[in-house]
């Protein structure tokens, strides 16, 4: 059983960056592939970005394009954290943001997660 809290929304101005952190509960988390998703209002809930949990103990980081280049995600697992490094933000990144954790077989699908954060809102204005 994983719990997720995610902080570190708020408000920005295009171009603008925010960093939004994911705190987990579990001493498993650092097996877990770990996921970021966001929701806009009247849209389904759609893949930002995940770090892949590899047999190896390493990760691979996994992007949407439109945040390729311009989102980073990390996670320090002697803290149980996760994070999402967000840089020159565009107005069409407002949504709430939700940290997602699951050990089934990896996807970008929302569905394959097991374990959901509460969601922080991001709102860019132009």
């Known amino acids: 059983q994983v719990q997720l809290v995610e902080s570190g929304g708020g408000m920005a101005q295009a171009g603008g960056s925010l960093r939004l952190s994911c705190s987990a509960s579990?001493?498993?988390?650092?097996?877990?592939?770990m996921g970021w998703f966001r929701q806009a209002p009247g849209k389904e809930r759609e893949f930002v970005a995940a770090?892949?949990?590899?047999?190896?103990?390493?990760?691979?980081?996994d992007y949407a394009d439109s945040v390729k280049g311009r989102f980073t995600i990390s996670r320090d697992n002697a803290k149980n954290l996760g994070y999402l490094q967000m840089n020159s933000l565009k107005p069409e990144d407002t949504a709430v943001y939700y940290c997602?954790?699951?050990?089934?077989?990896?996807?970008?699908?929302?569905?394959?997660?097991?374990?959901w954060g509460q969601g922080t809102q991001v709102t860019v204005s132009s």
């Open positions: 997602a954790a699951t050990r089934r077989p990896y996807s970008e699908y929302p569905g394959s997660y097991e374990y």
């Open positions: 579990g001493r498993t988390f650092s097996s877990y592939h």
């Open positions: 770090l892949k949990w590899l047999a190896t103990n390493t990760y691979y980081a």
